[in-house]
Nanobody, 121 residues
Framework: VKIVESGGGLVQAGGSLRLSCAAS????????MGWFRQAPGKEREFVAA????????YYADSVKGRFTISRDNAENTVYLQMNSLKPEDTAVYYC???????????????WGRGTQVTVSS
């Protein structure tokens, strides 16, 4: 699965961004999809995940209520709507695919190169 993220950028605190993740190469709907992020000097961390048909979602506590993950299997795309952004959300955001619905990074087999999100205070 080839994965390409887009939609990152610079936004003021309190603002919104929507990230997109376009996947190709294998049957997209067979994969659960997740978003992870890595801030400077920190380890990569789980943000959100969505099941194959979109019926189940997981969120990190730090983004619950502010971020929403969704997917469009017809378009082979996953989205991360990010509202009420905070400076601590600044990171490179990665999209990844897994055969398991999971928060665990090591269970994701396919990764994009990431998109930078910067939230100014």
């Amino acid at each position: 699965v080839k994965i390409v993220e887009s939609g990152g950028g610079l936004v003021q605190a309190g603002g919104s961004l929507r990230l997109s993740c376009a996947a190709s190469g294998r049957t997209f709907s067979n994969y659960a999809m997740g978003w992870f992020r890595q801030a400077p000097g920190k380890e990569r961390e789980f943000v959100a995940a969505i099941s194959w048909r979109g019926g189940n979602t997981y969120y990190a506590d730090s983004v619950k209520g502010r971020f929403t993950i969704s997917r469009d299997n017809a378009e082979n795309t996953v989205y991360l709507q990010m509202n009420s952004l905070k400076p601590e959300d600044t990171a490179v955001y990665y999209c990844a695919g897994s055969l398991a619905m999971t928060r665990r990074e090591y269970e994701y087999n396919y990764w994009g190169r990431g998109t930078q999100v910067t939230v100014s205070s």
